[in-house]
């Protein structure tokens, strides 16, 4: 997704008040707005607490304030600087983690994103944006700029079937129907179970559906899906995430409250930032039973 990050990014460079900082990461990518914002362009080094303490006092002069680094390096590195200066304040700096979930696989866990939305989200004001496909970029970030919220984007690489078209950017959205149990998935994750999912037979086939914007309460499932839930045929979430703090908590305490019985609930999740060794993003995720193999079991058992 990063190319097309930067191209997005290019397009809204003629805004004179929109800055961008990066964590001395971007080379070889994002040459194209180094080149279009010029000064408003800037290396912060090897120094994250620095650059988000700069990016909030950008934003509290009304600059339109970017800052972009490895996905752990822009929210567990410098968390106290989001918290006091960013979260505490309400200033509406956009955090840009490249690779999240498991995105960095063979770096290991240092390199490894899988608490990052949960813990953010513990902060006052803060919204996590989980584009799941590269076409999705352009709505992620106009979202993100609209809000007056501080924001964290996570991203990924787009994983979707050749063939598979996709639709236009919402914070939900249904990618298929069936008669089976619901299936929600947060951000790109969800492009590796469609060619699987797809070819169940109408009565398995879930309705797998995508979020890609948190928390809940400021995005809350739309009524279809809660009608679904209801139906009591079961639900399954999956998301590249520790269970704390994850969407599923979140999802289970919602359903809770709202008198909802989805039935059977089941989790898919990150489970360990260690492992005894150390592969791929889709090594990683089959550790972690993410692959569509662990998916069926739950969704399609025996099929």
Same mark, same amino acid.
């Given at each position: 997704?990063?190319?097309?990050?930067?191209?997005?990014?290019?397009?809204?460079?003629? %805004?004179?008040?929109?800055?961008?900082?990066?964590?001395?990461?971007?080379?070889?990518?994002?040459?194209?707005?180094?080149?279009?914002?010029?000064?408003?362009?800037? %290396?912060?080094?090897?120094?994250?607490?620095?650059?988000?303490?700069?990016?909030?006092?950008?934003?509290?002069?009304?600059?339109?304030?970017?800052?972009?680094?490895?996905?752990?390096?822009?929210?567990?590195?410098?968390?106290?600087?989001?918290? %006091?200066?960013?979260?505490?304040?309400?200033?509406?700096?956009?955090?840009?983690? %490249?690779?999240?979930?498991?995105?960095?696989?063979?770096?290991?866990?240092?390199?490894?994103?899988?608490?990052?939305?949960?813990?953010?989200?513990?902060?006052?004001?803060?919204?996590?944006?989980?584009?799941?496909?590269?076409?999705?970029?352009?709505?992620?970030?106009?979202?993100?700029?609209?809000?007056?919220?501080?924001?964290?984007?996570?991203?990924?690489?787009?994983?979707?079937?050749?063939?598979?078209?996709?639709?236009?950017?919402?914070?939900?959205?249904?990618?298929?129907?069936?008669?089976?149990?619901?299936?929600?998935?947060?951000?790109?994750?969800?492009?590796?179970?469609?060619?699987?999912?797809?070819?169940?037979?109408?009565?398995?086939?879930?309705?797998?559906?995508?979020?890609?914007?948190?928390?809940?309460?400021?995005?809350?499932?739309?009524?279809?899906?809660?009608?679904?839930?209801?139906?009591?045929?079961?639900?399954?979430?999956?998301?590249?995430?520790?269970?704390?703090?994850?969407?599923?908590?979140?999802?289970?305490?919602?359903?809770?409250?709202?008198?909802?019985?989805?039935?059977?609930?089941?989790?898919?999740?990150?489970?360990?930032?260690?492992?005894?060794?150390?592969?791929?993003?889709?090594?990683?995720?089959?550790?972690?039973?993410?692959?569509?193999?662990?998916?069926?079991?739950?969704?399609?058992?025996?099929?």
């Amino acid at each position: 997704m990063r190319k097309q990050l930067c191209d997005a990014l290019v397009a809204r460079a003629a %805004n004179p008040d929109m800055v961008f900082l990066t964590g001395d990461l971007g080379f070889m990518a994002l040459e194209p707005l180094q080149q279009a914002l010029g000064t408003r362009f800037i %290396n912060a080094g090897v120094a994250e607490q620095n650059m988000v303490s700069v990016a909030a006092t950008m934003a509290r002069e009304g600059l339109e304030a970017w800052a972009y680094s490895i996905a752990p390096f822009c929210y567990a590195r410098p968390f106290e600087q989001i918290r %006091n200066d960013v979260a505490f304040h309400h200033l509406p700096v956009k955090l840009i983690g %490249n690779g999240g979930g498991y995105g960095y696989g063979v770096m290991g866990p240092t390199h490894h994103a899988i608490e990052d939305y949960g813990i953010l989200l513990t902060l006052p004001h803060l919204r996590a944006f989980i584009p799941a496909f590269d076409e999705d970029i352009d709505g992620t970030l106009n979202q993100a700029a609209a809000s007056a919220d501080p924001a964290y984007i996570r991203l990924g690489r787009g994983e979707p079937p050749p063939g598979f078209s996709v639709p236009a950017y919402a914070p939900w959205r249904q990618l298929l129907a069936g008669h089976g149990m619901t299936v929600i998935v947060v951000g790109p994750l969800v492009g590796t179970y469609l060619a699987a999912l797809q070819t169940l037979p109408d009565a398995l086939r879930p309705n797998l559906w995508v979020v890609t914007e948190l928390p809940l309460d400021k995005n809350e499932p739309p009524p279809a899906l809660l009608e679904q839930l209801a139906s009591g045929r079961g639900v399954c979430v999956a998301e590249e995430h520790v269970r704390r703090g994850s969407l599923g908590s979140e999802l289970a305490l919602h359903l809770l409250g709202q008198g909802i019985d989805p039935g059977a609930f089941h989790h898919l999740f990150a489970k360990a930032h260690h492992y005894a060794t150390y592969g791929s993003q889709h090594f990683l995720r089959t550790q972690s039973g993410l692959d569509s193999a662990s998916l069926l079991t739950k969704v399609a058992p025996g099929h």
